[in-house]
Each structure stands twice: as structure tokens, then as C-alpha cells.
């Protein structure tokens, strides 16, 4: 039997987990991890918008620990499903991000089993940052993005129904391989090899994540059976133009120029989601579990050395 059941598998974020954890894995998914070459010792079928399937699936599941990486994660596309009024909240983000949470800790409670939601800094409407695990989540508004908003719905879904719970948030989460995917690191350098860079904010802090740090940290909380909020990211922080200007400068090997922009602080443009403008997290809680998470800078020398420059 595996250890770990991984709702997520191919996730960017994920996929790393199954590759890595050094747990024995079984996915619950729609795509079969296989298909990308992970090894897991089983899978099943299913549709997070599908909460009886969901439901079936994981009370069968033998799993002793479920972890959910599975989110519909694009930020600027689902704005579109926003609501106007909460109370018609409705749409595929509303239901994988902030209802399947919910049936996911139901059933791992049912069956006693440790649940482990991954999530975002975006449930922070970035007037305040950086934010340690203390900080309450923001309010709704039109500063916090509706995937922001349905990721926090999701947190507190399942802190409600299944207390013991682990939330472990990350923030701007970047690898040295997914063939799959870009995150925002390896976007950068494709688009500054393509020429087509867009103006890159020099006023909007975040703090990366080294996506092995989140493998670490999922590992440390099934293992130390950690329960309540953990945040995995960068110590020190950062802005879109400064790591992309070290990133995209150690990878040519020399300075280099790069466009700047401004996030601001009035409304996005058409099309874009609110983003965090003082924005980050702070990982106050990891030491407890043994874990240092990687600063940006070395996260990029890794993310340089591991794929020798071709990423
Ligand atoms: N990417 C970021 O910048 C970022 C930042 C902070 C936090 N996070 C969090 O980190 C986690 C992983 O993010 P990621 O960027 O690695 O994700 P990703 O690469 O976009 O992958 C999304 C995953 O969710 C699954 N999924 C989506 N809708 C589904 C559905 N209806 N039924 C079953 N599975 C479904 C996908 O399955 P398929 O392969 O079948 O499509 C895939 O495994 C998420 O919880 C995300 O909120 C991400």
C-alpha cells in the first residue's frame, strides 16, 4: 500500500512531491501521473468538480495521508468567474479551489486519516506584508483576486470540517525542470531569449518559493504530523524586476537591462487579476519542523546549476 495519496500528481508543484518525497505514492487525479513519467503505485480517475466521485474515492482510498496540490491555478483567467454577490459564487475555480478542499478533509476525516491543503499568498490582499502564519487571511475585495479568494475559501473549508489539518502556503513557487509547465523564473528566461519581455514591477514584493523546499516541507508535516498553517518561502524578499535581473543575469553572465513597470496600487487592467502589492510570506513556523527555507538567490543559483543554463 502507498503512504501518501497525491490529489495533484502532475501538478507543477506536485509532481515534484511524487518524484522526490521519498514517499511511496498513489494519485487521485484527472490525468495519469504515468503519462509524464511519474512513478505512483496507483491511480484513479476523477474530477474534483465531481464531489460524489471525490468523495467515493477517497473514503475507498487507503491511503494514511491525502495531500491536495490540485487547484485551478490560473490567476488572471478565472477572474472572469468573480462574482458579484459571494452568495452566488459558482464556476470550476469556486468548485475545485474552495469546495473540493472541503470534500477532500470530509473524507480523510471519515476515514481518520492527515489531510495537507497547499496554498498561496494570494489569500492576502498585499497591503501589509510580508505575512507570517499568524496573519488573518484578507477580506473579501476587489484587492484579492477570485483565485486568491477561492483558494482562502478552500483553507478555511477545511480547517473547519477537519481541524487537524495542515495549510502549508507558498508563494511565487519556481523548479529547475517541468517540462509541462514555466513557472514564473523559467517564464522569464524564455520570454528574455524570445525578446519579449514584458515591463517587469519594480514595486511589488514577493517572496519566491524553491519548489524542493515545498517537497521538504510536505514530507516534514506528514512525518511530525504538523496540524494548523505553515508558510515555505523565501527569507528574504524580492520584486519581479530584481529576481529577474539576477536570474536573467547570472544565466548570460553579465548585467543586464531589463524593462521596468510598476504593479501600482489602483485597479488592474482589463483582463488581470489584483495581485498583492506588499505582498510575501514569512516562514516564522518552519524551523520548528527542522526546515530552512532556500532565499531567491540561491533558489536561482540551484534552479542555474541543475539544468546547466537551458531552462
Ligand atoms: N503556480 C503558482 O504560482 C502557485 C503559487 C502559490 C500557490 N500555488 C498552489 O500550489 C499548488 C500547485 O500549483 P501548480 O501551479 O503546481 O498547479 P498546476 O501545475 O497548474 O496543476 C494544477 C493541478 O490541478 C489539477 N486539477 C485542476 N482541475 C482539476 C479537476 N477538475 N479535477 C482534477 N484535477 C484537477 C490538474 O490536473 P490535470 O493535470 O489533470 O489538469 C493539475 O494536477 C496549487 O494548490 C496552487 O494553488 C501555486
Not at 122 to 132: C, H, K, S, T
Not at 170 to 182: E, G, H, Q, V, W
Not at 242 to 247: D, P
Request: with cysteine; hydrophobic share 40%; charged share 20%.
Amino acid at each position: 500500500m502507498a503512504e501518501v495519496l497525491v490529489i495533484g500528481a502532475t501538478s507543477m508543484v506536485g509532481s515534484d512531491f511524487v518524484q522526490h518525497g521519498g514517499f511511496a505514492c498513489a494519485a487521485l487525479g484527472r490525468r495519469d501521473p504515468r503519462a509524464l513519467g511519474l512513478a505512483v503505485e496507483r491511480f484513479d480517475s476523477v474530477d474534483l468538480e465531481d464531489p460524489l466521485a471525490l468523495h467515493r474515492r477517497i473514503v475507498q482510498a487507503p491511503e494514511p495521508a491525502i495531500v491536495n496540490f490540485a487547484a485551478i491555478t490560473d490567476v488572471d483567467g478565472v477572474e472572469a468567474e468573480r462574482p458579484v454577490d459571494l452568495g452566488a459564487a459558482a464556476g470550476p475555480a469556486w468548485r475545485v479551489n474552495a469546495l473540493a478542499p472541503a470534500y477532500l478533509a470530509h473524507g480523510a476525516g471519515e476515514g481518520k486519516r492527515q489531510f495537507v491543503q497547499v496554498s498561496t499568498d494570494f489569500v492576502f490582499d498585499g497591503e501589509a506584508g510580508p505575512y507570517d502564519e499568524t496573519a488573518s487571511r484578507s477580506p473579501f475585495s476587489p484587492r484579492v483576486s477570485w483565485y486568491g479568494w477561492t483558494k482562502g475559501e478552500g483553507e478555511r473549508r477545511t480547517l473547519v470540517i477537519l481541524p487537524p489539518s495542515a495549510i502549508v502556503r507558498i508563494a511565487y513557487p519556481f523548479r529547475a525542470d517541468f517540462p509541462s509547465k514555466l513557472d514564473f523564473a523559467r517564464r522569464l528566461l524564455q520570454r528574455y531569449r524570445e525578446g519579449s519581455l514584458p515591463p517587469l514591477y519594480t514595486d511589488q514584493q514577493i517572496s519566491p518559493t524553491w519548489i524542493p523546499d515545498v517537497t521538504a516541507a510536505v514530507g516534514a508535516v506528514i512525518r511530525q504530523r504538523f496540524s494548523g498553517l505553515l508558510h515555505v518561502a523565501s527569507p528574504d524578499l524580492t520584486t519581479p524586476y530584481e529576481f529577474a535581473s539576477a536570474l536573467i543575469g547570472e544565466s548570460v553572465g553579465h548585467r543586464v537591462d531589463l524593462p521596468q513597470g510598476a504593479l501600482g496600487t489602483g485597479a488592474p487592467p482589463a483582463h488581470r487579476a489584483p495581485r498583492p502589492l506588499k505582498g510575501g510570506l514569512r516562514s516564522v513556523r518552519a524551523a520548528g519542523l527542522g526546515l530552512r527555507p532556500t532565499s531567491w538567490q540561491e533558489g536561482i543559483r540551484q534552479l542555474l546549476r541543475i539544468s546547466g543554463g537551458r531552462s
